[in-house]
């Protein structure tokens, strides 16, 4: 299925990009879900249903996704260029890591969270994408192109169980990502996607997003 979800995602941000987000000239919110999950993201169930809720924190809302032998996508098209916003962060937290994940082995592509950022083709798979995971196998810092499909580069921000329960601000320079993983310029970004997911090895995992947003450099 992992295979099937990939293409999916390729085929989807090949077409009309609708949703619009806040921006302040510096920074694009695409969703602190204060208010629930904002219109414009699409669900897409690749197989069974992950579970997406918004739930009440201690410092305000966030989005919990739960996921048992699930694989269910939140899809965000957004039109923009990496040049001009290269700055993504988002805060994430995991209950769990999944004990059989392992990056570099098809049976074991799921990951307890993770963010893309997507650069749509008008041929599908052409697609590319940045896949920054919460990984288990594959050490934090390092990167590897998704078994299934080579043009989507799994980036892992956080690896292992150490900061299991901890909310994790994470900040990455998709720009400078981009160019040092796929080489030359980077094409307009189509938008950003999570996905906590489990259908590979079967098992569970629950996990939190929140804060969202594009920035200008510093």
Avoid at 31 to 51: C, N
Avoid at 84 to 93: A, D, F, V
């Amino acid at each position: 299925m992992a295979g099937v979800r990939i293409q999916i995602f390729a085929f989807l941000f090949t077409i009309v990009f609708i949703p619009s987000a806040f921006t302040d000239g510096n920074s694009i919110i695409i969703d602190d879900f204060e208010s629930g999950i904002k219109k414009g993201w699409e669900r897409k169930d690749f197989e069974g249903k992950t579970l997406y809720t918004v739930i009440k924190e201690k410092n305000g809302y966030a989005l919990k996704a739960v996921s048992i032998g699930s694989a269910t996508g939140l899809i965000y098209r957004y039109k923009y260029d990496v040049r001009e916003y290269p700055i993504l962060t988002w805060r994430w937290k995991v209950e769990n890591i999944i004990k059989k994940g392992n990056a570099y082995k098809k049976e074991g592509d799921d990951y307890a969270a993770r963010v893309y950022v997507i650069f749509p083709h008008w041929f599908p798979f052409q697609t590319k994408s940045i896949n920054y995971v919460w990984a288990n196998k594959l050490p934090k810092g390092g990167h590897t192109p998704n078994t299934y499909y080579k043009k989507s580069i799994l980036v892992a921000v956080e690896s292992g169980p150490e900061n299991i329960g901890k909310w994790i601000t994470e900040e990455r320079n998709v720009y400078e990502d981009y160019k040092k993983l796929f080489g030359g310029e980077p094409r307009m970004a189509g938008g950003v996607a999570i996905m906590t997911d489990t259908d590979q090895t079967g098992e569970r995992a629950v996990a939190y997003y929140d804060d969202i947003r594009l920035k200008k450099a510093p």
